[in-house]
């Protein structure tokens, strides 16, 4: 997947998996991505696979919720 696409798998999966709401899983994201923690994701778009996505969005929701 893109690294756009990669974005979005981590945040619907923040939604999911912890019932929050699409705005908070959004911003958490964003603040995450300003944090440079998807900078590899952006140079190697290899590393965005599904299985990635589920190992950020737990990562992210711990750091930024």
Known sequence: MTYEEHL????????EKYDIADEVAIKMVMRAQA???FTGHDD?????T???AHLDAKAVFKKYK
């Open 8 to 15: 979005d798998e981590v945040t619907t999966l923040i939604t």
């Open 35 to 37: 944090d440079d923690f």
């Open 44 to 48: 190697d778009e290899s590393i965005c």
């Open 50 to 52: 599904l299985d990635r």
